[in-house]
């Protein structure tokens, strides 16, 4: 990984790696937030939680059978993505199973690790950190380009469903009614999550995707109750927060970038709360329930 | 990785007995991984009773940026594991029902904070240079160079949340199972949960030095959860939940010995083959059954 | 809205795992009425408003909404599903969750009313619809941090919001109080009369709503009885629906209580095997 400390800030467009991490990290920031604050309307957090250990062994097994990781990682997470869906979020069994499938994958992802890193020579160390923490400083021109088309063409998905997806995620039954199709738009969903998992591992890795899936989109949340204002901004915050790790990182090259993103994502989201717990006490805290029982 | 058995697995079990022990550390790490086995499957038995595995989870996560950060200071990992874990665990014990899976807001908060830890740990490797194999053996365990100090640090603080369990199991029991009922008895239901969860806070921050912070599962759910789908009695179900926590991590330590595979994998595999063993077993056995068949104890979070 | 009745059911009957759930059951509400669909829990009350929903076929008979076969999504009908209420922690204002029911199903995102005429459309529509429901003075807040009864408001702005003929709500009182029983059933009388929707509500419960009903649907022991409300709910009539002897007795404050009506769920087929 090439990292030059920076003299100016504008300094920062002339190296071809920051061009390609802003360039990426664009396409992944848009797609992950916007796509977020649907994990997070649906309380679908867990998927996130579930994917990042299946993006984690899947670019590992790529690896080690010396495929791209990009390969493993996304076939992964895709084809996890759907079967989380078909099996739907209500019949979910018990924590207990879930978490013990998932941790299962996680030690299946240590074997390929060690594989990989015992097969091959050179910067294997690199690699293996790089699905766990990301590596968006790595991409080359290419591999940028490829993240951003992805992550534009997630953005095109996601915009193009949010009306029908909104309905379906507050008020099902009805949109069910109405003809919207609920199941389907559920499974295609979390599929998406898949791809956006895929990508944001690239951004800040396997371990801290779900990190950026959740904050921005919470913090959106609490700034505001207008659900596509929510959404917009929730992909903004993301952008942002990328953009601010790989600026940070650029500056002071000791920290990581997926560290900066993190840290900037975890700010947002603990501003959003800080500021909307005092503006919820100046309103009349508390509803009058009338439910029975 | 480091060639660790010449040769490899023979087949005759006491030859590769000797071979296992031939090395102090792999006696240490024996002697960790037992301590770590039956403190988890004790704690972890409980746990899984009162439907705190996330709380769990989440605590394993902290012990990651807790030994980093320890070793960037200077001191001892372990201070920092534990250190990290109870300070954690009082912090879910401060804020209301942060231990269980609540509502959507709930979790992205959680999911966040997980992925922040992860980050802080990250950082503070970086920072003190460590290399992959630092990253890896905190995430994913490692039972090389167990340090007599460890183990000894390890007996001394298991024995003393063990000790704390004996002391408390039987109200702790009650609360668990019915909390209502509990404190019109006069169980100080909000105090134990407290205490349990700083004892959960030891459990984790001792399976995190053997399985890696992120494989604590292995040990401190899946093998109570087995115990819990064979049987729903507290005596019986503990002692089989250490039983099998003992097992696993023998198996696991073996196994990565002989085939320089890690650790982290082979204690993964036998637990999850376990708990699938149990529950096809139960499943099978259910059916013989002459009477109506016993329901196994709930082990989960209701949908 | 056309000449047609907004709903007609004739000799209709349903089948669900190979049971006839009820038959012979015949409706028909015109413009404007109040109707109720009573009976015992289990009988088959929310699988009627399905069949009108177009989620369920008939194994028998018809039903015509507005002249047609029941469709998903048909934007005559209005639907309100039994609940429990949204979460707490909803963040999103009542008035986006009546907009739902205007434009939900439209794919994309709506654009901010000052840029698009038709979004201006609807928010003046969304304005109506909540002073219909007398809602002004919270829909702006997040519905997760409102009372049962404002949450059922909005909800019944939203399913008003296309203008349907027919209004269908299953169960809408169960959940509120007797105050806001008595305050919703109000509203939707008015909404009958003043914007001649057709209403058809199912519920357990008859006397918050009984003073404001035309007529009453009473599913029972596998088929109905529909007439007025105090023809239908007497001892005689409600005895002869299920076969077995059934008391009305009427309060001294003016409200009726059935008795010795048994519950559909202890029904088992096995053991009445000659009932339908």
């Not at chain 1, 076939?75 to 069994?93: D, S």
Request: charged content about 15%; glycine content about 12%; some cysteine.
């Amino acid at each position: 990984m090439i990292r030059a400390a920076g003299t100016g800030l504008f300094e920062l467009f002339e190296h071809p790696f920051v061009r390609h991490a802003l360039l990426a990290g664009t396409g992944i920031g848009a797609a992950t937030g916007l796509v977020g604050y649907f994990v997070v309307l649906r309380a679908q957090v867990f998927s996130g939680d579930a994917l990042s250990h299946v993006a984690f062994t899947g670019a590992l097994a790529a690896l080690a059978f010396g495929a791209d990781a990009r390969l493993g990682l996304f076939v992964a997470t895709i084809a996890v993505g759907l079967g989380l869906g078909v099996l739907g979020p209500r019949g979910r069994p018990d924590d207990v199973v879930i978490g013990s499938v998932f941790t299962w994958i996680l030690g299946l992802g240590v074997l390929f690790l060690a594989v990989f890193t015992t097969s091959s020579s050179g910067a294997n160390g690199a690699g293996s950190v790089n699905v766990l923490f990301g590596s968006i400083f790595g991409l080359s021109a290419s591999q940028a380009a490829t993240a951003a088309w992805i992550g534009l063409g997630v953005v095109v998905v996601v915009v193009a469903v949010a009306r029908p997806l909104v309905f379906a995620s507050l008020d099902e039954p009805v949109a069910a009614a109405r003809g919207i199709p609920v199941r389907l738009l559920g499974i295609a969903f979390l599929g998406l999550v898949g791809v956006c998992a895929a990508e944001a591992t690239q951004a800040v890795g396997a371990l801290l995707l779900l990190g950026l899936l959740a904050a921005p989109a919470g913090a959106a949340q609490r700034l505001t109750y207008r659900p596509f204002a929510a959404f917009w901004l929730s992909g903004a915050l993301a952008v942002l927060a990328v953009w601010v790790g790989v600026l940070v990182s650029y500056l002071a090259p000791d920290v990581p970038p997926s560290f900066g993103t993190m840290a900037v994502a975890t700010a947002m989201f603990a501003g959003a709360l800080g500021w909307s717990a005092v503006r919820d006490r100046r309103r009349p805290a508390g509803r009058v329930r009338n439910f029975t029982g | 990785m480091v060639m660790l058995a010449d040769g490899g697995f023979t087949w005759d079990p006491v030859e590769d007995v000797r071979r296992l022990l031939e090395f102090h550390f792999m006696v240490n790490a024996f002697r960790a991984g037992t301590i770590v086995a039956v403190v988890a499957g004790v704690i972890g038995w409980f746990m899984v009773l009162r439907r705190q595995t996330f709380a769990g989870h989440t605590l394993s996560i902290v012990a990651f940026p807790g030994a980093a950060g320890a070793t960037l200071v200077g001191v001892s990992p372990l201070l920092g594991y534990f250190g990290f874990c109870i300070a954690a665990a009082l912090a879910i014990a401060g804020v209301p029902r942060a231990g269980a899976r609540g509502t959507s807001e709930e979790s992205a908060v959680v999911g966040t904070v997980q992925a922040f830890a992860l980050a802080c740990g990250f950082l503070f490797v970086t920072l003190y240079g460590g290399l992959l194999d630092s990253v890896n053996s905190l995430l994913f365990g490692s039972f090389l160079g167990i340090t007599d100090t460890q183990v000894a640090t390890l007996l001394f603080v298991g024995a003393a949340a063990l000790g704390v369990i004996v002391l408390v199991g039987r109200p702790l029991l009650f609360a668990s199972l019915d909390p209502d009922v509990a404190a019109a008895h006069g169980v100080p239901v909000r105090l134990l949960s407290v205490v349990f969860l700083v004892v959960l806070g030891v459990a984790v921050a001792e399976a995190s030095q053997i399985t890696g912070a992120l494989l604590v599962f292995a040990l401190l759910v899946v093998p109570p959860a087995t115990a819990q789908v064979v049987t729903p009695r507290p005596l019986l179900g503990l002692g089989l939940s250490v039983a099998i926590g003992m097992l696993v991590t023998w198996l696991g330590l073996a196994c990565s010995y002989f085939s320089d595979q890690p650790i982290g994998f082979f204690v993964t595999t036998f637990a999850f083959a376990g708990y699938l063993l149990a529950q096809v077993g139960t499943r099978v056995a259910g059916r013989f059954r002459a009477r109506g068949a016993r329901t196994p104890l709930h082990t989960g979070i209701p949908a | 809205m056309n000449g047609t009745s907004p709903l007609v059911v004739r000799d209709a009957a349903v089948r669900l795992g190979g049971r006839t759930i009820w038959s012979d059951v015949t409706v028909e509400v015109g413009a404007g009425e109040f109707v109720a669909v009573l009976g015992p829990n289990g009988v088959g009350k929310s699988t009627l408003l399905k069949v009108v929903l177009g989620l369920l076929p008939l194994a028998a008979g018809e039903v015509l909404v507005c002249g047609r076969e029941p469709g998903r999504g048909s934007s005559q009908v209005g639907y309100l599903p039994q609940r429990r209420g949204f979460d707490e922690s909803t963040r999103v204002r009542g008035v986006d969750i009546v907009r739902l029911g205007l434009d939900g199903t439209r794919l994309g995102v709506p654009l901010p009313a000052r840029f698009s005429a038709r979004a201006r459309v609807a928010s003046r529509r969304v304005d109506e619809l909540v002073e219909l429901v007398g809602a002004a003075g919270f829909a702006d807040h997040p519905i997760g941090a409102l009372s049962g009864g404002e949450q059922q408001r909005l909800l019944i702005a939203q399913a008003l919001a296309r203008r349907p003929a027919l209004l269908l709500l299953d169960e809408p009182l169960d959940s509120l109080d007797l105050a806001n029983q008595v305050a919703v059933s109000g509203l939707l009388a008015d909404i009958c009369r003043t914007e001649g929707v057709a209403v058809v509500i199912v519920a357990h419960d008859l006397n918050p709503i009984i003073t404001y009903l035309d007529r009453v649907v009473y599913l029972a022991n596998g088929s109905a009885v529909t007439g007025p409300p105090r023809e239908v709910v007497t001892s005689g009539t409600l005895s002869e629906l299920y076969g077995t002897p059934i008391e009305v007795l009427e309060a001294s404050d003016g409200r009726l209580v059935v008795v010795g009506q048994p519950e559909a769920a202890s029904y088992h087929p096995a053991l009445h095997a000659h009932h339908h």
